[in-house]
């Protein structure tokens, strides 16, 4: 069975950093892209972020462009997203999900800035 399990979430001031994690299991992660997707309040589903199965290389969305970082640790199964320069437009769930669309993702993890 697929598990997906984010933490990190937290409130943080305006320009603050939190760092996301994601714990895999049931499925070879190594082998998949992941991704970061998230919904703020009253909206959809927003990609985030992807990163390829060797951490070569990186996408982002251009809302956090220069202020997030994607990366994995394939030996421990765990996807992060580090988040930096925060603004009050990034409070949102944020999920890790194994396809872009946000489908199979976990139960996500909040994140709320504001001052």
């Known amino acids: 069975e697929v598990q997906l399990v984010e933490s990190g979430g937290g409130l943080v001031q305006p320009g603050g950093s939190l760092r996301l994690s994601c714990a895999a299991s049931?499925?070879?992660?190594?082998?998949?892209?992941m991704h970061w997707v998230r919904q703020a309040p009253g909206k959809g589903l927003e990609w985030v972020s992807t990163i390829d199965p060797f951490s070569d290389t990186a996408d982002y969305a251009d809302s956090v462009k220069g202020r997030f970082t994607i990366s994995r640790d394939n030996a421990k199964n765990t996807l992060y997203l580090q988040m930096t320069s925060l603004k009050t437009e990034d409070t949102a769930v944020y999920y890790c999900a194994i396809y872009r669309s946000g489908s199979s993702r976990g139960q996500g993890t909040q994140v709320t800035v504001s001052s």
């Open positions: 049931g499925f070879m992660f190594s082998r998949f892209f």
